[in-house]
């Protein structure tokens, strides 16, 4: 997924998320908006923090060897 | 200032603690868990465990400080909230048990599926625990909770804001912990792991911040006590003082001055628990028992402020002397990956 994409998909979890959370009042939608706001909450983040800058992070090995 | 509000005022300082240090500690979990896959995640865990390690546990002090406080400050309200939101609060404790055993255990798995296991409840015990604590607070504070205890033990806190405050938690924990980490990963000369926490910290800032503002939207429609609470009077001036030192500790974090950024979120988040306090005042359980009703005799209230100074004149300098050694370095550990869980990719 592309920085652009994660973006869009954030926003509308977001939206949608509080949206069901306020207008509507049933266990079913409550489960999903909370699942909404935590996928905003991951997509985000790595919408902001973009791969280029998380990508690099397997390349050394400070590991002892064990 | 009466007795009662001194010590409201001393269990908010212990929640406080929590929140920043425990709220670390979780946060922690949440990189942990969405660090990727065994070999790329390998050394993110690994700067998560190392800069756990020294700490943990002196982090969730607070949290039995809080309880004691509660307890015998506020007996009349202590009950009620145990009785309705036992369920949560039982969650939330099976959590902290498990993740704590997770964490110790960690490294001394003997195979891939048991270092996956424990990975596993890790991360996902330091997402929930936030998670359930944050909806008791969101339920406590939405006035869930009625005088005479035993409050519905499911709708209490499964409404929309409980919920929200539960999100909000997680989100706000995994902020603290990208900028404590980014620090530690300076400290223990791991550049990359630093520009990757700072990223991650950005990242969680602006999107914690955004949950944070749609919240009052929830507020308003779910909790409205509160919401006038928090944009009038005192509650207004702890908002608007949370959301300054939460904009320094973002251009702290930015220009990568990651320590001073540990203090400016520290009072970003006391800001948010004293406005919290200042938007239910003078209610201890909004609309049901106020401050005074709920606490305990004027003895009592004596002794526990007492006795609360004789404990702070041990645990303060002990907990400075634990930081300054952490924070100077004198307790890290050579740092390597978590790699248990690669094994079966080596040749």
Do not use: C
Request: aromatic content about 10%.
């Amino acid at each position: 997924m592309t920085p652009r994409t994660l973006t869009l998909a954030a926003l509308a979890a977001l939206v949608v998320g509080v949206g069901l959370m306020v207008l509507f009042d049933t266990a079913a939608t409550l489960v999903v908006s909370v699942v909404l706001l935590f996928a905003y909450l991951v997509l985000g983040v790595f919408a902001i923090a973009a791969p280029e800058h998380l990508g690099e992070l397997g390349d050394r090995d400070d590991s002892p060897g064990d | 200032m009466a007795l009662a509000e001194l010590n409201a005022a001393v269990l908010l300082l212990g929640l406080t603690a929590y929140a920043v240090l425990g709220g670390a500690d979780f946060g922690a979990g949440f990189w942990d868990l969405t660090a990727g896959g065994a070999r790329r995640g390998a050394r993110l865990r690994g700067m998560v465990k190392n800069a756990m390690g020294p700490v943990w546990e002196a982090n969730h002090v607070w949290l039995i400080f809080v309880l004691v406080v509660f307890w015998t400050a506020f007996p009349r309200a202590f009950g009620p909230v145990m009785q309705t939101l036992y369920v949560p609060l039982y969650l939330a404790g099976v959590g902290i048990i498990f993740r704590g055993a997770a964490f110790a255990l960690r490294g001394e798995a003997a195979t891939i599926v048991e270092a996956r296991l424990l990975g596993g409840a890790f991360a996902l015990a330091s997402v929930a625990v936030p998670f359930f604590l944050g909806a008791v607070v969101g339920a406590v504070a939405s006035g869930q909770v009625p005088a005479e205890g035993a409050g519905d033990a499911w709708e209490s806190w499964t409404g929309p804001f409980p919920l929200y405050i539960g999100v909000l938690t997680v989100g706000a924990g995994a902020y603290i912990a990208a900028v404590f980490l980014a620090g530690d990963s300076v400290r223990v000369g791991q550049e990359d792991l630093a520009r990757a926490f700072r990223w991650r910290a950005l990242a969680a800032a602006l999107v914690t911040g955004v949950l944070a503002i749609a919240g009052l939207f929830v507020a308003r429609s779910q909790a409205r006590g509160l919401y006038d609470g928090l944009t009038s009077g005192g509650g207004v001036v702890a908002v608007v003082v949370s959301a300054l030192a939460g904009v320094v500790a973002l251009a702290l974090v930015w220009r990568e001055h990651y320590e001073p950024a540990r203090y400016a979120s520290a009072v970003a988040v006391a800001a948010t628990v004293a406005g919290w306090g200042l938007a239910q005042r003078p209610d201890f359980l909004p609309g049901a028992l106020s401050l005074d009703e709920a606490a305990a005799g004027r003895p009592t209230q004596i002794a526990i402020l007492v006795s609360m100074g004789i404990a702070l004149l041990i645990l303060a300098p002990s907990l400075w002397l634990l930081f300054r050694l952490t924070l100077a370095g004198r307790l890290d550990t050579d740092f390597h990956p978590i790699a248990a869980a690669d094994r079966r990719d080596e040749p």
